[in-house]
C-alpha cells in the first residue's frame, strides 16, 4: 500500500518529521510519499493561509492515484481543501483534524483542542460546528507560539502543560487533541502531567488511511460529488 | 461611497447583468467597480471549483480599500474565501450567501434555499451547519440546470416554480432564496406564484453592503484576526 | 418613503431621541412617524411590562399602512408583539432586537447583549432560543441601572465599560449588542475601548426598514398568517 | 386548596366543560375558580388573539392569592401571559401547553400536537422551541377547524382520527398531546383507535396545580423576577 | 391504588426512609410496597453498579402487575433500567431521575442537578444529553460524599449548602434537582438558603405515580415496544 | 497483540462467523479470544434484552486484562455494558455501535443505519442521541426480521437492498451503517447496488482496536472513572 502525504506549506520543514513519525507508525510494507506545495504560505495560521494553499493542495491530491497511491492524507489540523480533494479523486482522503476529533469521541464525552495561536480558535471551531461536533468538542485554546517557533521545544513543553492543566481545571475536558500537526514529541510527557488521553493527529490518520484502504472503504460519493466539467484560466 | 464587487470565476459573463441590478439597487451616488478572476474556473459549482476560485478572490479583497472601496462584495452563494477576505482588510466583507441566509431570519420561521446542482446541495448546507443555521434554513433543493445553461430562460423559468412549489407543498418551507448569483430576473414571478417572500441575494447584499459603511459597522477583528506574517511562494 | 416608528411605552420621554436618531440615520427623503402608546407601562423591564404593552402596540402596527406607512418598527429590545403586528397588516414590520440579533450573525461568530436589568436577562434569552440563535449569542449581561436613570450619563458610561470588558475577557463574546433602544450616544466610546464591533439597534433597524421597503420584501404569510376574524371585547 | 383558573377569553362558552372536567379530576377537597376575561378575544387562534388577550389575564393571575387561591391555571394551549404571571405572584401558575409538553416528555421519544388550525401551528412552534423541546417534539399539525365550531362533534371527530392517523404513519410520532383546551371528550376513542398515549392538557394540568402546593413547589424567581415597580396608564 | 416501589440497591438501609417519605407524600388511599434487590450492588455510584443493579430490576418491575400494584417507580437518580422495564410491563413506570428532570422545566430556564460523586456527574449528563434536555438542564455538580456515608447529616448538609450556592452564583442556575433519592429532609434547609426552588426527586415521583394511574396514562408502546420472545439462560 | 471479543448472547451460534470475520480482519499476528454469554438472552432485541444481558458481560470485560489481552471489543451493534466495562479495565473496550457511528461521520454528511426490527429503532435513535450525533446520523430503520432468522440469506438480501434503496431516496442519506453484528457478507452486494459506502461494524472495529493497542490509546479516566469499591450480593 502507498500513501501520499501532503504537507499544505511551501516549505520543506517539516518533512523529515512526518516521514519519521509515519515510519514509526505504520506497517513496514506501507509506502509513503511525502508532498509539500510549490506554491502557497509556509505556514497556515489564519483562514488567509488556509486558503491560499487550499486550492494547490488540490492537484496534488487528484494525482495520488495515477502515482500509485491507494490514499491521501491532509497533514495540517485545518484540513486545507479536504471536500473539495474527495470530489476528485476516488481514493480516501484524509485530513488530521477531521480524523482526530471523530476518533477522539469514542475516548471521552468532552474533549478540548490545543491549537497554536489565537489566530486558529475560530478557525477550527467553524470546522467542528460543521461537523456537528461542538457539544463533544466544545473547547479550543491557543498556545499562542507561531508554529515556525517550533524549535524551541522547552518553550512549547512548558506552554502546553500549562494551558492543557487549565483546560481540565477549568475547561473540565477529559481528553486533548494537540491540534497541530507540528505538535510532535510531546504526547508522552503530557498524557502523564494530566492523566487523560492526548491523540497526537499524525500518527492516527496515518493508521487510519491503512484501515480505509484495508477495508475498501471511501467517502460517499453524494457527500462528494463528482463535479461537472468547468474550465479553468 | 464606493463598492467593489468580485464576481468570483474567470468569465465576463456575468458582469452585466451584476451591472445592471446594481444600478437599479444602490443608491445614486453609490459607485461600483466589478472585478472578475483572472485566475480561476468560470463556474463554481462543486467544492473543488470553490476551494481554486477562493484564493483568488483574497488579493481582489485585499486590494479593495487601495483602489477607494468602502465595502466588498463576493457575489457568490457559497460564498468563496469570505472568512480569510475578513481578516486581510479593514473593509466589510459582504457574502450574498451570508447576507442573504442570515436576513431571511427575519422573513419567516423555516426557510429554503433553491440552488442551481445536485453538486451544490451538501455544499451550502455545510456552510449553513457551520454558521448555526440549520433549524432555521433546513431545506435546500437543486434546480439540476448548470449555471452556465441559464440563457435559457424558459427551462429555468418552468423548473423554478416546480421546485419552489415542492419546497412550499412538501418540505412546508415559508420564505425562499435565491441561492445563485445567477438567478435573476425571476424573483417577481416566483413571488406570485407561491405566494411567499423570495429572496434575491444580490440586492440585498448591496444595500446592506451600504449600510454598513453608512454605519461604519465591520467585522470583529476577534473573530477575524489579522494574520502574522507568512511568507508565500 | 414614510416608516412609523412605535415606542411602546406611554411615555414621550424617548420621543425626541428617538427622532433624532432617525434624522440623522435615514435618507433625507424618509419621513417617520413616531407613535408612543396611550396606555400601558412607561418602560419594559420585566415580561409583566412587556405583555401588558404589546396589546396596546397592535392598533398602532395595524393602523400605519391606513396612515400612509410603507414600514412599522417597535422600538423596543425585546420587541412586544413582533409576531402578533406582522399578522395583522401587509407591512414589514421590524423590531430591534431581531433586527439587531440578526445582523449581528455578520459581524462575528460568538456575540453577546448587554441589558439593562437582571430582569430581562432571561426574557431575552428565551427570545433568542426561540429563534434558534442561542448557540450564536450565548450571553446576556446586565447593566443593572433602570432605564429610567439613563440621565445619568456618567454612571452608565462607567458600568457599560465595565460589563463590556467582562464580557470580552470572561465571557469572551467577539461583538458587542446594545440591548436597549435607549442606550444611545455610547457605542463611539465602547467601540474604542474593546475594539470589537458594537451594534446600536436602532439606526441599524431604520435602515433595514429602508432595505425591506425598497426591495418590497415582506414576512412570510405563512410564518404570520391572517388571523380569522374573531370577535373581541 | 382552591385553584383559580383562568379561561383566557371573553366568553363564557367553555366554563361549564371546563368545571365539569376539574370536577372529574380533582381531589374533593379541591376548590376551583374559573375565570374569564372581561376584555380581550372570544378565541385565541393567531398571536394577534393571544397578544391581546394575555395583558388581560395578568390582573387574574396577580389577584388569586388575595381571592384565597393557592394555585392558578391558564387554561389555553398557547399558555398566554404565563411568564409575565409568573413574575407577579407567589403562586404557581401553570399553563396547560407548557405542562402537558412537559409531561408527554415521560410517555415517548418523539411526540406529536394536534391544534386547531394551520394558523397555530407556528405559534405553537415557536414556543416549543423557545422551551428546547423541539427535537423530542418535533410535529405540530392542525385539524383546520376553528374552535368556535367544535360543537360538531361528528366532524371534530373524524378529523382528528384522521390527522392522527397521519401523524402516526407518516410523522411517526409515539405520543399524542391533544393542543387545544377544548378539544375534550375524545381522548378515549382516540387512544384506542392509533394505540398511543394521548395527553389531554386540562386534566393534567389541574392535578399537577395540585401537586405543587402539596409539595410547595413553585417558579424560581431568578427565572421569573419580580418586576421593579413602573407607572403604567 | 398500590405502587410498587423498587429501590435499585441490595441493602435495606434506604427502607424506612422511604416509607416515610411516602407516607408523607401520598393520598392516604395509596398503599404502597417497598422492594429491594436480592442480588446487585448495594449502591448505585457508577455506570459499573448501575449496570448491574438493572438487570435485577426488570423482574420487580415485571411483577408488579401481577402483585396488584397499578404503578412501579425506580428510586434511584439514575433510573437503572427503566426504559426496558417499560417494555415489559403495561403499568407506568417512573424514575425519579426522569420525573424530576422533566418536571424541573417548568420551575425554571436553567436547572442544576446536585450528585453523589465526581463519579457520577457523566452519568448523569449522558442520561440528560439521550433526553435532549441538555440545555435546559446544563449543570451537574457533585457533593463529593460517597452515598453511604450520608448518615452524617451535618456533614451533608454544610457541603451541600456550600456547592448549591456555588452552583447560584458561578454557574448560574435558577432551580436546584437534589440528583440521588438519599439526600433527603434536607430540601427546605437549602431552599431558604438559596431562594430558589429545590426538587426532592422521590415525593414529586410519589405524586406523578398517582397522577399517572388517576388519568389512566402510560408510556408508549411505539417508543418501548413489547419485546418479541428471546430464550435467556 | 490479544483481543478479546464479548458477544453479549447465550449461544454460540455467532462464534465461528465472528471468528471467520476476524480472521480476514485482523493482521496475522493478532490473536483474538471469543466468548460469549454463560447467562443472559440469545438475542439483543430490545431495552430488556440488552439490559439483562449487559451485567453479564461486565466480569467478561473485567477479565481480559488477566487473561493476556490488550483491548475489548463489545460485538453487538447497541454495545451493552460499553460505558461500564470503561470503568472497571485499563483496557480499551470497543462497542461495534460506537466504533462505526463516529468513523462514519468521515466517510458522509448524512448517514442511516439500517437495524433489525423495529423494536431497536429506538433503542439505537436514543444511543446516537446520547453521543450528542444524531444531526448527522438522523436515520434509523428496521429490516424487521428477527436476528435468529438470518440463516435465510436470500430473504435478508432482498429486503436489505429495498429498504437501502428507500433510504436513499426518500431519506437521502449518503452512507449505510449494517446496524447488526449479524449482518455479515451482505456489504459488497449492497455497496454495488446502492452505490454508497456501507460501513460494516464488526470488522472496522476489529481494525480499530488494533489501532488503539499501537497508538496507546485508552479511554478517558475522567469519563469513566474508577468505581469506588461497593458490596454486591
Known amino acids: 500500500m502507498k500513501i501520499r502525504i501532503i504537507i499544505p506549506v511551501s516549505t520543506e520543514k517539516w518533512t523529515d518529521a512526518v516521514a519519521d513519525t509515519a515510519k514509526r507508525s505504520l506497517r513496514p510494507d506501507t509506502e509513503i510519499e511525502i508532498i509539500c506545495l510549490q506554491h502557497g504560505p509556509e505556514a497556515i495560521q489564519s483562514e488567509y493561509n488556509e486558503t491560499r494553499a487550499a486550492g494547490h493542495v488540490l492537484p496534488l491530491a487528484q494525482g495520488a492515484e495515477g502515482a500509485g497511491c491507494q490514499a491521501v492524507i491532509i497533514w495540517c489540523f485545518s484540513d486545507p481543501g479536504l471536500a473539495a480533494a474527495r470530489e476528485i479523486t476516488r481514493l480516501p482522503v484524509l485530513g488530521i483534524g477531521e480524523t482526530s476529533q471523530v476518533f477522539a469521541l469514542m475516548t471521552a464525552d468532552r474533549i478540548g483542542v ?39 521545544d522547552e518553550k512549547v513543553s512548558v506552554r502546553i502543560l500549562d494551558i492543557a492543566r487549565l483546560m481540565v481545571e477549568k475547561d473540565r475536558v477529559e481528553a486533548l487533541i494537540l491540534g497541530c500537526g507540528a505538535l ?22 496515518l493508521k487510519q488511511a491503512e484501515i480505509m484502504v484495508d477495508l475498501e472503504l471511501c467517502h460517499s460519493k453524494r457527500s462528494f460529488m463528482e463535479p461537472l466539467p468547468v474550465i479553468e484560466h
Chains 1, 2, 3, 4, 5, 6 share one sequence.
Open 184 to 205: 510532535v514529541g510531546i504526547r508522552e510527557k503530557l498524557e502523564e502531567a494530566v492523566a487523560l488521553p492526548v491523540i497526537e493527529p499524525g500518527p492516527l490518520t
Open 114 to 152: 490545543i491549537t497554536t495561536l489565537d489566530h486558529s480558535v475560530n478557525r477550527i471551531k467553524r470546522k467542528i460546528a460543521a461537523r456537528g461536533l461542538t457539544t463533544r468538542i466544545p473547547v479550543v485554546r491557543p498556545l499562542n507560539i507561531p508554529v515556525l517557533e517550533y524549535d524551541d
